[in-house]
């Protein structure tokens, strides 16, 4: 029996090429990608949907690597979606053996994004991954010239789709046509095409390009400020937050707290000096409920630890956010 490895971003697109090619009566395996800026846990939502099996693969230091320095650049943001497209192709190019596949299926649409999936990009891609003749794109492949699979046989080029462009309509229709209710924004998924964390990701790169998987996980929470000794200031907007950023934090981080207010809570990872210590707790007290008390009591220690130590500040003006915040 054919049967083909489907790259399953957890989005719309790459679910419906691969129900595309289930349909053709082809056994598909999906192959999600994880690493420090995407999960799984949508692939696993959409792959249950439609039925087929998934495999997850953890390529966080590889990609790490390749968000450091992209041979082809940088998106709109930190995103290097052309080489991390390649990087996941060569990735399921090398599973092909390993799950006795035939071909591997993506769920690209020509033009849909001006700079990584114009005819170029898509090109590009399919030469970098190692596996250009086991490469099929269902949704645009009449678009594109006919693949080895299409050639042979293995699949019937008849039955695949020609989507070219940005809108969502025909994947939409698709979609619903299929059955398939729940799916995620095109928009969603991965940190590096978000503004505010690409800022944070390229100050803390800055600084230290060999970031620790906690380092880069820290950044996906809070407000960040730079105090003026260039220390790391993190500022809780949610509880919900804060109940998740406590399960990465460790005893060599300090953790700072209102003693009388709720509504924020500080961190600094790291080594820090009297003086953005007591910036910490002017931060905090700015996003407590005592922000508009003339002075608030803050406590603070070493994560996981009695706290012995406190501070009575004025919480900080908007000049002082303004002055620090990244």
């Given at each position: 029996?054919?049967?083909?490895?489907?790259?399953?971003?957890?989005?719309?697109?790459?679910?419906?090429?691969?129900k595309?090619?289930?349909?053709?009566?082809i056994?598909?395996?999906?192959?999600?990608?994880?690493?420090?800026?995407f999960?799984?846990?949508?692939?696993?939502k959409?792959?249950?949907?439609?039925?087929?099996?998934?495999?997850?693969?953890?390529f966080?230091?590889?990609?790490f690597?390749?968000?450091?320095?992209?041979?082809?650049?940088?998106?709109?943001?930190?995103?290097?979606?052309?080489?991390?497209?390649?990087?996941?192709?060569?990735?399921?190019?090398?599973?092909?053996e390993?799950?006795?596949?035939?071909?591997?299926?993506?769920?690209e649409?020509?033009?849909q994004?001006?700079?990584s999936?114009?005819?170029?990009?898509?090109?590009?891609?399919?030469?970098?991954?190692?596996?250009?003749?086991k490469?099929?794109?269902?949704?645009?492949?009449?678009?594109?010239?006919p693949?080895?699979?299409?050639?042979?046989?293995?699949?019937?080029?008849?039955?695949?789709?020609?989507?070219?462009?940005?809108s969502?309509?025909?994947?939409?229709?698709?979609?619903?046509?299929?059955?398939?209710?729940?799916?995620p924004s095109p928009?969603?998924?991965?940190?590096?095409?978000?503004?505010?964390?690409?800022?944070?990701?390229r100050?803390?790169?800055?600084?230290?390009?060999?970031?620790?998987?906690?380092?880069?996980?820290?950044?996906?929470?809070?407000?960040?400020?730079?105090?003026?000794n260039?220390?790391k200031?993190?500022?809780?907007?949610?509880?919900?937050?804060?109940?998740?950023?406590?399960?990465?934090?460790?005893?060599?981080?300090?953790?700072?707290?209102?003693s009388?207010?709720?509504?924020?809570?500080a961190i600094?990872?790291?080594?820090?000096?009297d003086?953005?210590?007591?910036?910490?707790?002017k931060?905090?007290?700015?996003?407590?409920?005592?922000?508009?008390e003339?002075?608030?009591?803050?406590?603070?220690?070493n994560?996981?630890?009695?706290?012995?130590?406190?501070?009575?500040?004025?919480?900080?003006?908007?000049?002082?956010v303004?002055?620090?915040?990244?």
């Amino acid at each position: 029996m054919t049967r083909a490895l489907a790259m399953i971003s957890g989005g719309l697109d790459s679910i419906l090429a691969a129900k595309l090619i289930k349909d053709q009566g082809i056994e598909v395996i999906g192959i999600c990608f994880k690493s420090y800026f995407f999960n799984e846990e949508n692939a696993i939502k959409m792959t249950k949907q439609i039925g087929i099996r998934l495999e997850v693969v953890d390529f966080s230091e590889e990609q790490f690597e390749v968000v450091k320095n992209p041979k082809h650049g940088w998106g709109k943001n930190m995103n290097p979606c052309i080489d991390c497209h390649s990087l996941m192709m060569k990735h399921s190019g090398r599973l092909l053996e390993e799950f006795n596949a035939d071909f591997i299926i993506t769920g690209e649409v020509l033009n849909q994004r001006p700079m990584s999936q114009n005819r170029q990009a898509l090109n590009i891609v399919k030469k970098e991954s190692g596996f250009s003749n086991k490469i099929l794109r269902p949704l645009c492949a009449l678009n594109l010239d006919p693949t080895e699979m299409e050639i042979n046989g293995l699949v019937d080029r008849e039955k695949l789709l020609k989507i070219s462009g940005r809108s969502r309509k025909p994947q939409m229709e698709l979609a619903e046509k299929w059955g398939i209710k729940e799916y995620p924004s095109p928009a969603g998924g991965c940190k590096l095409t978000e503004p505010n964390y690409s800022l944070r990701l390229r100050d803390a790169l800055n600084r230290n390009e060999n970031l620790t998987q906690k380092e880069i996980d820290l950044l996906r929470f809070g407000r960040h400020f730079i105090s003026s000794n260039n220390v790391k200031i993190i500022v809780t907007r949610t509880a919900e937050e804060g109940t998740e950023i406590k399960k990465i934090l460790s005893k060599e981080d300090l953790v700072f707290l209102p003693s009388h207010f709720n509504g924020a809570m500080a961190i600094i990872h790291g080594d820090a000096k009297d003086e953005d210590k007591e910036l910490a707790c002017k931060l905090v007290s700015r996003y407590s409920k005592g922000r508009d008390e003339a002075e608030v009591d803050v406590k603070f220690g070493n994560f996981g630890t009695p706290f012995k130590n406190e501070l009575r500040v004025k919480p900080a003006t908007e000049e002082e956010v303004s002055k620090y915040l990244l």
